[in-house]
């Protein structure tokens, strides 16, 4: 077993070039831990978000004048290779996935993570580069549309944001759902949000997606690019605007709307629900997977050693599905 952790540090906040590799002893799995070798890793633009510390009152999780946990990543798949002596749910030698939660850590060779966690058996029939991309856009997606918004068969679901991981994920669930889909993108991703099932997709640059009486019952701004109030004239009467990217704003029209009429903002912290949820997401998706419902859309795989390469590839906002690090 290798006796040495490759990882990156974030000791400070920043753009891409904080990112700093860094070597120290493997950890020792606790009784109730598993010790994970780490095979691929997701860069998530909400990875980025954190090493960068925006929006800024997320610093009182992650730290006020640095990050808290020190390293980067929060999503991945790998092979466990020690167990502690309490473990049960585990054994050395199985392929699992998850996310590391706000422990962090995931861009690098091993993990330690306690067996109740955010973690799951890897099925043979799903690469390691996809599964390590399931905790991110495809959770954050399935969890929106289902637990929040509650979609259902015959909705009108505006997609905002259709090429990115969450996306070309909502995309899927949404139609596998039964909803009639419009996404927005760039003309030249229009092509792939059609063929991963939008009805109809709205190039951004050329037309307002958000046009009043659209009377959309689910408007799910992927990105954080609307706001509620832009929103609410483009949806039914009672329609809700989902978002998964938290601002002051929306924290505003979240209390605001449950007050005043019956068009709603809603807003769920999907990555910091309990593992419980997470183990019943996420198998969920996989088996949707296995009837070839949903398939993650990979944009690059870089190697590990180009981690900030990978951010600054995300940073451009020109990416399709995901990008992973291996």
Known sequence: METTLRAWSVSRYGGPDVLVP????????????VLIR???????????????????????????????????GTCFAGDIVSVGKTVTRFQVGDAVFGEAGMQFGANGSHICLDQGGSLLKKPDTVPYEEAATLCDGAMTSWHFLTRVADVRAGDRVLILG??????????QFAK????????????????????????????????????????????????????FGA????????????????????LRDLALSRLF??????????????PAVHHAELSEI????????????????????????AHRYVE?????????VV
Request: charged share 25%; proline share 6%; hydrophobic share 40%.
């Open 231 to 250: 929103a609410k004239s483009a949806l039914a009467k009672t329609g809700s605007y989902i978002c998964p990217v938290l601002s002051l704003r929306l």
């Open 22 to 33: 860094v070597t120290r002893p493997a950890p020792t799995p606790k009784d109730d831990q």
């Open 316 to 324: 451009t906002g020109r990416k399709r599905g995901n990008v992973v």
């Open 38 to 72: 780490i095979r691929a890793s997701a860069v998530s633009r909400a990875d980025g978000l954190m090493r960068a510390g925006q929006p800024k009152f997320a610093r009182l999780f992650l730290g006020l004048k640095r990050p808290r946990a020190g390293l980067s």
């Open 176 to 227: 596998t759902l039964g909803a009639e889909v419009t996404a927005t993108a760039s003309a030249r991703n229009a092509d792939l949000l059609r063929t991963l099932g939008a009805d109809r997709v709205v190039d951004y640059k050329t037309t307002d997606p958000l046009k009043p009486h659209a009377a959309y019952d689910v408007i799910f701004d992927t990105l954080g690019i609307a706001s």
């Open 162 to 171: 259709g090429s990115g991981s969450l996306g070309t994920a909502a995309i």
């Open 286 to 309: 996989l088996a949707l997977m296995a009837k070839n419902q949903f398939s993650p859309v990979m944009d690059r795989t870089y190697p590990f050693s180009d981690l900030v390469e």
């Open 261 to 274: 009429g019956k068009k709603t903002a809603k807003f769920a912290a999907a990555g910091l629900s309990k």
